[in-house]
């Protein structure tokens, strides 16, 4: 395969976006090469600012990336999931190994986008379920390790 793509979005905070993509690190060892974060509209300034963690994160960790910014709109489903389709396409077409973090967004999208991963046949559906939800805004190593469990969809359910 030739590089890793790890896409996510937007969601209602911040931190489900980092800790999952932390998550694929660290429990994984899925170190991107490149990211594309889907920024719903009117999510733009906490966009700039989350890319910014991303790239300090994803440089601590032996690979500066800085994410590649799309906008999707999170009342018009069909194109969102267009959006997000063509960037699973387009990375699976070069030969790329691509994973999906469907943590951070809103039902509507991600379900636009696990219909998409299903037909584009993704390598790697990421998600990051918190048992306890007062945890939600920690940083992911601050988040009791029996009370979060990363799993990629795919290996686990879609065998």
């Known amino acids: 395969m030739g590089q890793k793509v790890y896409i996510t979005m937007t969601g209602i905070s911040r931190w489900p976006v980092l800790n999952s993509l932390w998550a694929a690190i660290c429990c994984k060892g899925y170190s991107p090469d490149k ?3 889907f ?6 300034l906490e966009a700039e600012e989350l890319s910014e963690w991303i790239t300090v994160l994803t440089e601590a960790y ?6 590649v910014r799309r906008e999707i709109d999170e009342g018009d ?5 267009r959006k997000i389709t063509a960037a699973m396409e387009e990375e ?8 999906i973090d469907i943590t951070p967004g809103r039902k509507a999208i991600i379900s636009s986008a696990l219909l998409s991963a299903w037909q584009k046949q993704v ?3 990421f998600y990051l379920y918190l048992e306890d939800m007062r945890n939600a805004s920690n940083p992911y190593p601050m988040i009791p390790l029996h009370l979060q469990h990363f799993v990629d969809l795919k290996e686990e359910v879609w065998k």
């Open 92 to 99: 699976r077409s070069a030969g790329n190994e691509v994973a």
């Open 62 to 67: 032996g690979k500066r990336v800085e994410p």
């Open 35 to 37: 990211i594309y974060l």
């Open 77 to 81: 489903f069909a194109s969102s999931g």
């Open 39 to 44: 920024v719903t509209r009117g999510r733009e």
């Open 123 to 125: 390598d790697h559906v």
